[in-house]
């Protein structure tokens, strides 16, 4: 029963954000050129929000681990993906893992754009 609450209150995090990186996807921003700036500021946005989550959570702001639940893997998780990512890539390199940190955000872009290549390749 414990699980099936947790689901529920990352489900609603998760709509939360997903509402917002659609609205966010609206916001008139010049496209010419073909950088993806929105995309940009969604994910340095939801890195932002993550980062912050988690380190008032660690500094004892009183956060609930169902608040936590929501807002983390909820909120930033259907925000974007990439907000983990970042969290995660920052652990490594400030826990004293740089070398792995580095190696992780290196493979992580690089396998992640050969995936969408290969997809792309095998759809065709």
């Known amino acids: 029963m414990r699980t099936l609450i947790d689901c529920l209150y990352?489900?609603?995090?998760g709509l939360l954000g997903?509402?917002?990186?659609y609205l966010a996807g609206l916001l008139p921003v010049q496209r010419d050129g073909g950088f993806p700036f929105m995309t940009l500021a969604i994910n340095v946005t939801g890195a932002f929000l993550i980062g912050l989550i988690t380190a008032l959570a660690t500094q004892g702001a009183g956060i609930r681990?169902?608040?936590l639940l929501f807002c983390r893997v909820g909120v930033c998780g259907g925000f974007t993906t990439f907000s983990t990512f970042a969290l995660e890539a920052h652990s490594l390199l400030?826990?004293?893992k740089p070398l792995i940190g580095a190696a992780y955000a290196a493979l992580s872009v690089a396998l992640c754009i050969a995936a969408v290549a290969c997809a792309n390749a095998l759809a065709e």
Do not use: S
């Open 10 to 13: 990352v489900g609603a995090g």
């Open 18 to 21: 997903t509402i917002l990186r």
């Open 65 to 67: 681990p169902r608040a």
């Open 94 to 96: 400030r826990g004293g």
